[in-house]
């Protein structure tokens, strides 16, 4: 993940939904393997799936 990203989490997501995100990054990672999808798409869209929320 990206300093910058991570920068930004930490400025305006709170702690419990960075931990839910970085959840949703694992098993999207996992799930990416096992379907043989680009790791770099799987982890963008895991980790900004729901930032608007």
């Excluded at 920068?7 to 931990?19: K, P």
């Excluded at 799930?31 to 999808?37: D, F, I, P, Q, R």
């Amino acid at each position: 993940m990206g300093e910058k990203f991570l920068a930004w989490l930490t400025a305006n997501v709170s702690t419990a939904r960075i931990q839910y995100i970085l959840r949703v990054e694992q098993m999207a990672v996992h799930l990416g393997c096992v379907n043989n999808v680009n790791p770099q798409q799987v982890t963008t869209s895991a980790l900004t799936h729901d930032l608007t929320k």
